[in-house]
């Protein structure tokens, strides 16, 4: 290999990881460390279950009537709409009436599959609360509105009191987290991204074939 290829090489690499820090420090600081404040009604709303302060979070908000309808997706096959209200006894009633299980998710992509047919069901066709945790967010929020691009979807982020009370950086725990989270999130875009070129090219060339 030339000089001159090794240092376009290097000189390709070393742009790569400004671009991947650069982008990661953004993205860090776009994860809500304040709770959020919701002072709208909504359709329906939907959970994504993981984190362990999510589904709590998102029974309160519920009982306090943001929402008609909710969904709590990527449920494990274990736990029942009776179980739930054995553990919120306060809102035993609402869970029966208003709640719905999904079982079938076991990632973001099945979360958000899981959430479209849940809403085509429900007739749930405006505006949604999306509910999980503050790192996960943006993540969530990209495979959601893939899945239900004319839903107006609403993020209520969930924030542990680590992260609260602590910022990313000072905690190895916390940073690996993210760091983790930014790598599923930059693969993500690169994948919706890709889907969405496919499908331009699938529509110009049934166009041009018209």
């Not at 400004?18 to 460390?33: I, P």
């Not at 992260?163 to 983790?180: F, G, I, K, P």
Request: hydrophobic share 45%.
């Amino acid at each position: 290999m030339s000089a001159r290829a090794v240092r376009a090489a290097l000189w390709t690499m070393s742009l790569a990881v400004l671009l991947g820090f650069t982008g990661f420090v953004f993205f860090a600081l776009q994860v809500e460390r304040q709770q959020t404040v919701l002072n709208q009604h909504s359709e329906g709303m939907i959970v994504l279950t993981g984190g362990a302060d999510r589904l709590a979070d998102a029974i309160s908000l519920f009982s306090q009537g943001h929402a008609d309808r909710m969904l709590i997706t990527g449920v494990n096959p274990g736990i029942t709409r009776a179980e739930i209200g054995r553990l919120n006894p306060k809102y035993r009633d609402l869970i029966d009436c208003c709640v719905d299980l999904g079982y079938e998710a076991v990632n973001t992509f099945g979360n958000a599959k899981e959430a479209r047919l849940w809403a085509e069901r429900n007739g749930v066709s405006h505006s949604i609360i999306v509910v999980t945790s503050n790192y996960h967010m943006p993540r969530a929020l990209a495979e959601l509105h893939l899945a239900l691009p004319d839903h107006e979807l609403i993020p209520y982020s969930v924030v542990s009191l680590r992260m609260r009370d602590e910022s990313w950086w000072q905690s190895s725990q916390a940073l690996r987290l993210v760091a983790s989270e930014y790598v599923k999130y930059v693969l993500v875009i690169g994948r919706i991204q890709f889907v969405k070129i496919w499908m331009r090219a699938k529509e110009a060339k049934t166009n041009f074939s018209k």
